[in-house]
T-cell receptor, first 108, second 116 residues
């Protein structure tokens, strides 16, 4: 079993829909990251969380440390949100452990 | 303040050749990480370096792969005698302090290696 599990693996949505991507992890962490990767492109850090909730524009990220679970929400989704969203955790060591990503496609 | 700079963006090598990937961290960052993304797979940690030191290389293949971060200049990931299975995207990331303190990490655009 992977240390970081994401669901769903693939997600399609109509423009305007509310989207949720989930991440569960099985290790102790100091922080959790949500990353965005466009096809053939680089990786952008969206959020770094150690507790609670963060909001940036239409993106919201939450984390429940006790349940070892985080969610990334996108409100009023848009085709330009189409990308792979990756959850990654930092444990006690200095490296990130990544989920396999959620491929999101938003159609107009 | 330029971001993490990687070059080349795309590299094609024949089997048996050497590949050198370079990463210049963000200004003021002294910690560099290399990650590999194989086709249709997730990202995997390779190596963590500070200036002139390898801190953790637990993700590096035992043979053909090496990394350095000299006092001057970029970090370099070197792959000798490349094989087709080395074809992947190699991402560099940098941070100003040890990751455990929770500082945001910044990724480069990646270097796509294709071995033919």
């Amino acid at each position: 079993k992977n240390e970081v599990e994401q669901s769903p693996q693939n997600l399609t949505a109509q423009e305007g829909e509310f989207i949720t991507i989930n991440c569960s992890y099985s290790v102790g962490i100091s922080a959790l990251h949500w990353l965005q990767q466009h096809p053939g492109g680089g990786i952008v850090s969206l959020f770094m969380l150690s507790s609670g909730k963060k909001k940036h524009g239409r993106l919201i990220a939450t984390i429940n440390i006790q349940e070892k679970h985080s969610s990334l929400h996108i409100t009023a989704s848009h085709p330009r949100d189409s990308a792979v969203y990756i959850c990654a955790v930092e444990g006690n060591t200095d490296k990130l452990i990544f989920g396999t990503g959620t491929r999101l496609q938003v159609f107009p | 303040n330029a971001g993490v700079m990687q070059n080349p963006r795309h590299l094609v090598r024949r089997r048996g050749q050497e590949a050198r990937l370079r990463c210049s961290p963000m200004k003021g960052h002294s910690h560099v990480y290399w990650y590999r993304q194989l086709p249709e797979e997730g990202l995997k940690f390779m190596v963590y370096l500070q200036k002139e030191n390898i801190i953790d290389e637990s993700g590096m293949p035992k043979e053909r792969f090496s990394a350095e971060f000299p006092k001057e200049g970029p970090s370099i990931l070197r792959i000798q005698q490349v094989v087709r299975g080395d074809s992947a995207a190699y991402f560099c990331a940098s941070s100003p302090q040890v990751r455990g303190s929770g500082n945001t990490i910044y990724f480069g655009e990646g270097s796509w290696l294709t071995v033919v």
